[in-house]
């Protein structure tokens, strides 16, 4: 007993120092000096989204941005590489232009989707139809025939281009509850409809494709001004195009009233047939623990909306920010710190399950994994992540960070595991401890979340820093912690949906070989 109680005086007076030791750190205050003082955020934004732009799996602009940010990365003298996990289908995005062309001569907003096939040179020029009412399939499929040489729209009327915020402010009480009772009696008879169709969003174009329409347009309005996602076409021959909701609704109320509007669609792209997906990993070797890791995690590949600037490009800034602050001030890490910019998160965490599957080694050797993904506005939320003792350290690592910074931050102990959502639940699955700085919102989900406006311009550089700031001080602090991070698991609560108890997650699989035919 004797024996076990000095042991743990030892372990406190050693937490003791180590967190002492933090206040006067020349090694956190030469993070802040370099950060503050020195900062690269604003060049690397620029060159990554104004020059590179949108980072899509599987085209030039994702091959182009692994390649720039190894050769950041050895000029800052930090080791890296770009490391393949597989294949998917390879797509450069070429000029995209929409014009309406009758009853009246209009320019269009608005763009083809990723990996939408192109049209003939000279563009194509068809008059437009909207999907019917109907009872039932059969009913539809009668339909179906009379949609060759014609463009479709696919996407629902929305019967006001203001967002809700816009409502409150504004209008009457009455008026609100008016327009929203609308909007919802219009949702339940498109979704009835298409149930009634036979199809949902995802067959329906295939089937429009197969019945002889020249291309599909569509409209996914994200409830915020002048702002569309935009995802990926389904279609192999024909274009699939995405207008911005002014002007889907223009189109679609003159094709209602009977003055068939046609519009001339040029989607210039090409299939570049297989392309090899990477991570770019960079390493600081540890001097003393090197075959345990702290990992600084952030997707790498965007929707190409926009040019990926808060999704994910401001976590890749944090990430390599991060990263070169530390070279300068500790050089000579305990254990090595990894950085890991991975492909394919958007179509299901593909880099990083990759990596966690082909690297086990690793994954075993981690100390803890920090991920940022959420948008540009400085960190706000960290989850223990359902590892019972993730407050011992955690908590000791988040007091060297300025109290500017943590005051900031709200902690939940010891949280639960993702299912997904971001990179750290590949992470996660297997067990090994890793963490989500989850930001402030800056209206990310409406304004720049895979949309056409997530853009150079919504950076917010002064929370940026301070998510470089934290994530930097978070990698020293966990690289130089005496013990190795604990991996127990808490015992997770209840289900609301199943009312059984949730299980931890298990690793799954990445799609290697994305977009391309089975043979």
């Known amino acids: 007993m004797l024996r076990k109680t000095s042991l743990l005086i030892a372990l406190l007076l050693a937490n003791s120092v180590f967190l002492l030791a933090q206040e006067q750190d020349p090694v956190i205050q030469a993070i802040l000096k370099e950060a503050n003082e020195n900062s690269q955020l604003e060049t690397l934004g620029h060159e990554l989204m104004d020059g590179i732009g949108p980072r899509l799996v599987g085209t030039p602009q994702m091959k182009k941005a692994h390649d720039w940010a190894v050769a950041k990365y050895a000029g800052w003298g930090i080791s890296a590489k770009n490391e393949q996990w597989g294949e998917w289908k390879g797509w450069e995005r070429g000029i995209s232009h929409i014009d309406m062309v009758y009853p009246r001569v209009q320019s269009l907003q608005g763009t083809q989707l990723a990996w939408s096939p192109a049209t003939p040179k000279k563009g194509t020029t068809a008059e437009l139809v909207v999907l019917p009412m109907v009872k039932d399939s059969m009913e539809f499929v009668k339909w179906l025939s009379t949609v060759k040489g014609k463009m479709v ?181 305990k254990r090595t710190i990894m950085v890991g910019h991975w492909g394919s998160e958007e179509q299901g965490l593909n880099g990083s399950r990759a990596f966690v599957e082909d690297h086990p080694d690793i994954v075993a050797g981690v100390q803890a994994v920090f991920n940022q993904d959420n948008g540009t506005g400085r960190v706000v939320r960290i989850s223990g992540g359902g590892f019972l003792n993730s407050y011992d350290y955690l908590g000791k690592w988040l007091h060297a960070v300025p109290k500017e910074i943590t005051d900031e931050i709200e902690t939940t102990f010891p949280g639960t595991p993702a299912r997904g959502g971001s990179d750290y639940a590949s992470f996660q699955a297997a067990g090994a401890p890793a963490f989500s700085l989850s930001s402030l919102n800056w209206s990310y989900w409406n304004y720049t979340w895979h949309t056409n406006r997530d853009t150079y311009d919504k950076i917010i550089f002064d929370d940026v820093r301070n998510n470089a700031i934290l994530t930097a001080i978070l990698a020293y602090m966990a690289s130089e912690y005496p ?25 799954r699989s990445p799609e290697r070989k994305g977009g391309l035919e089975e043979n």
């Open 153 to 333: 729209m696919v996407s629902k009327l929305e019967p006001t281009g203001r967002p809700d915020y816009n409502w409150e402010e504004f209008a009457t009480e009455k008026s609100f509850e008016k327009m929203k009772k609308e909007r919802d009696e219009m949702d339940k008879a498109w979704n009835a409809n298409m149930k009634n169709m036979g199809y949902n969003s995802r067959t329906l174009p295939e089937a429009l494709e197969a019945a002889g329409a020249v291309g599909i347009v569509a409209s996914y309005w994200s409830k915020g001004f002048g702002v569309n996602k935009i995802f990926s076409a389904r279609t192999k021959k024909i274009p699939t195009v995405d207008l911005e909701l002014e002007d889907y609704g223009m189109l679609y109320r003159l094709v209602e009233s009977g003055q068939k509007p046609q519009i001339h669609v040029v989607a210039e792209s090409k299939d570049l047939g297989v392309s090899p997906t990477f991570n770019t990993i960079a390493e600081i070797k540890g001097s003393e623990k090197p075959d345990e890791y702290v990992i600084l995690s952030a997707h790498f590949d965007s929707w190409d909306g926009g040019t990926g600037a808060t999704d994910n490009g401001t976590g890749t800034l944090v990430m390599m920010e991060a990263m070169r602050i530390l070279k300068k001030a500790y050089p000579n890490p």
């Open 483 to 507: 013990e190795k991070t604990d991996r127990e698991k808490a015992v997770l609560p209840i289900s609301d949906r199943t009312g059984e108890q949730l299980e931890w997650p298990t690793p």
